[in-house]
């Protein structure tokens, strides 16, 4: 139940971040095109990790899922937010990508820390 209520809160604090930013919308699914080929090829270093990491975590149970899950969120959103703030400034993304990180890792250390 409450990452279902840290999910949407998430995306009712980018919308009104985009709203005062007056930044247009994202989609919500799609592949991000990085500038940076090193960041690019560190986003699919992660997600194989991440992937082989669920995949141990499900035979022997070392953390629950949803720690690995939000650990990946909040490096994939780190990736992203490090190549908008060098590549592409003038959009102003990298705010809302910074906010989102900043969300979803204070949802993890209040989730992982059974606070919530």
Known sequence: MYILITLVAAVVVDLILRKVLDRPRSKFWGKYEYESLALERWDKYVMV????????????????????????????????????????????????????????????????????
Request: charged share 15%; glycine share 2%; aromatic share 20%.
């Open 49 to 116: 990790a991440f992937v082989l990491f669920l995949i141990l975590d499900m035979i022997f149970m070392v953390v629950e899922p949803y720690i690995v899950s939000f650990l990946f969120l909040v490096v994939n959103i780190l990736l992203k937010s490090i190549d908008e703030w060098k590549y592409k400034q003038e959009t102003k993304e990298y705010v809302t990508s910074f906010v989102q990180m900043g969300f979803f890792f204070t949802a993890f250390v209040l989730l992982a820390s059974g606070i919530v």
